[in-house]
């Protein structure tokens, strides 16, 4: 399949993009009827092994799971092999670059209660927005969690596993991640 047949397959399944989207590869890209998944202008989305030479691991992913969820991608987006998983709410800023094989992920997937989680009790699983700011650079390999708000200008070094509010222009590292400096 050629980038132009999925984009419009995107259409069909009310992805609503804007001018000069770029695929290299074809990402795996899911709306849930009722969801809202919006990706900007001058996005480039990378989903093929050789299109970014720090190895992805996979196809770019980006799924809303539940029929009010939502992703807003904005304009001069980079992605590359990364996972963006959204029973809630995940907002990424314009001009944001998401490194290689990065996951962000709104939610538990599973319920925490062993009774819920047994019985397969989707209602239960715990979901927080994740609001990625404007010129935020994201390292390769980072898992981005529940709940975790960047500021404009931020900087997540690789392979952090990221949680909790970090202010503007922040440099963040580590598992868990830590602020180590301001820009």
Not at 15 to 22: A, D, E, M, P, T
Not at 39 to 51: A, C, D, P
Request: aromatic share 6%; glycine share 12%; charged share 20%.
């Amino acid at each position: 399949m050629n980038s132009n047949w999925f984009k419009l397959f995107m259409k069909v399944t009310r992805v609503n993009y804007g001018k000069n989207l770029i695929l290299k590869g074809i990402p795996v890209i899911f709306n849930k009827k009722g969801a809202k998944l919006i990706i900007g202008y001058n996005v480039t989305i990378k989903s093929s092994f050789l299109s970014n030479l720090v190895g992805l691991y996979q196809r770019t992913i980006i799924v809303t799971r539940t029929d009010k969820a939502e992703i807003n991608i904005g304009n001069n987006v980079g992605i590359s092999g990364a996972t963006i998983y959204a029973r809630k709410s995940i907002i990424i800023g314009n001009n944001t670059h998401i490194g290689g094989n990065t996951k962000i992920l709104d939610n538990d997937f599973h319920p925490l209660e062993i009774e819920a989680r047994n019985a397969d009790i989707k209602e239960k699983i715990g979901a927080k927005q994740i609001v990625i700011g404007e010129n935020c650079f994201i390292g390769c390999n980072v898992l981005i969690l529940k709940g975790t708000v960047l500021g404009n200008g931020c900087i997540v070094g690789a392979g952090a596993v990221v949680s909790g509010k970090f202010e503007e222009n922040s440099i963040i590292v580590g598992n868990p991640a830590k602020a180590i400096r301001k820009l």
